[in-house]
C-alpha cells in the first residue's frame, strides 16, 4: 500500500521529485521495468524515470531489506546496458524511522566491485520541505517535525486550494495512506477529508485490493463462487479470475 501510493505520487509528480532529489526542474518520463529485463515482481518498490540526459532510479522501502545494495548495484548494471553512457542518479527513500544499520548503507561491495548508491531517510528531512511541492506533500507528516499531526494539518489545508478535483483527491488520499506510518486513524481522520479522498483512484485501488482479499479469504474457507460475489460485490468473472489465480498458486 505505501509503495504503490509513493510510486503513484513519483510517476505523476515526477518534476516535483526532480526538483527535489536533482535539484533541477527536469521534464522526466517513465522508464517501465521491461526495458532493463526486471521482474515485475522485483520492480514492486522502484521507480525509474528519466530526461534526455539522466536517468533518476528511486527505490521506496518501508523496512529496511539486505538486499537492497545489491538490487542498486543490479539496476545500475541494467541500466547502462539499456542506456549505454547515461548517466544514472540512484536514490533509496526509507519512510518510517528505522535504527537499522541498513537505512545508513550506501554502497555494495563484491570482490573488486564498489558501488555507491545515495539514500534519503524522510525523518531526517526537514518536514517544511514537503510542503513547497504539490507532489511531495503527502511526505510532510513522516518528516522531521516537532508535530507530524500539525505538518499533516498543513499539507491537507494546502491540498484543499488545488483546483483541479483528481490531482486534489490523489494527494489526499496519499497524504492520509502515507501519514498511517506516524498517526493513529483517529487523528489522521480528524485532520483529512475523506469526502475528497474517496474520490481518487489511489483510495479506489486499495480499497479494490482489501475487496479482493477478503474475496480469497472466503475461496479459501470453501464458498461457492456465486456466495462470494454476493458478500463482496466481485461480479461472478472476478471471483472465478480470482479462484483460478488462487488455484495456479502451488501449495507449500
Known amino acids: 500500500m505505501y509503495d504503490d ?47 534526455e ?7 521506496f522501502q518501508t523496512i529496511p531489506k539486505e538486499n537492497i545494495p545489491f538490487r542498486m548495484l543490479d539496476y545500475r548494471v541494467r541500466g547502462n546496458r539499456r542506456y549505454k553512457g547515461k548517466p544514472m542518479r540512484q536514490v533509496v527513500i526509507y519512510l518510517k524511522p528505522t535504527t537499522s544499520d541498513l537505512a545508513y548503507q550506501t554502497s555494495y561491495d563484491l570482490e573488486r566491485t564498489h558501488h555507491e548508491f545515495d539514500v534519503v531517510r524522510l525523518w531526517e528531512q526537514p518536514a517544511a520541505l514537503f510542503l513547497q ?3 511531495l506533500l503527502p511526505f510532510a507528516a513522516l518528516g522531521q517535525s516537532e508535530s507530524p499531526a500539525e505538518m499533516l494539518r498543513q499539507a491537507t489545508q494546502i491540498v484543499e486550494q488545488i483546483e483541479e478535483p ?6 489526499m488520499a496519499a497524504s492520509a495512506i502515507l501519514a498511517g ?10 485532520l483529512v477529508r475523506r469526502d475528497i479522498m474517496q474520490e481518487s483512484v489511489i483510495y479506489r485501488s486499495i480499497q479494490d485490493e482489501k ?37 495456479a498458486v502451488p501449495q507449500s
Open 5 to 51: 501510493t509513493c510510486k503513484f505520487l513519483a510517476e505523476h509528480f515526477s518534476a516535483d521529485f526532480a526538483s527535489w532529489l536533482l535539484g533541477e526542474t527536469v521534464t522526466l518520463t517513465e522508464i517501465q521495468p521491461s526495458e532493463l529485463s526486471l521482474d515485475p515482481i522485483r520492480a514492486d518498490a522502484m521507480i525509474l524515470i528519466q530526461s
Open 53 to 59: 540526459d539522466s536517468i533518476l532510479h528511486i527505490e
Open 133 to 135: 511541492y504539490p507532489g
Open 166 to 171: 483528481t490531482t486534489q483527491a490523489n494527494l
Open 181 to 190: 506510518l506516524r498517526l493513529e486513524e483517529d487523528v489522521i481522520y480528524r
Open 211 to 247: 475487496t479482493r482479499a477478503i474475496a480469497l479469504n472466503f475461496l479459501r474457507e470453501g464458498l461457492s463462487v456465486e456466495a462470494v460475489a454476493r458478500g463482496t460485490g466481485l461480479s461472478i468473472e472476478e471471483v472465478q479470475q480470482l479462484q483460478h489465480q488462487m488455484n
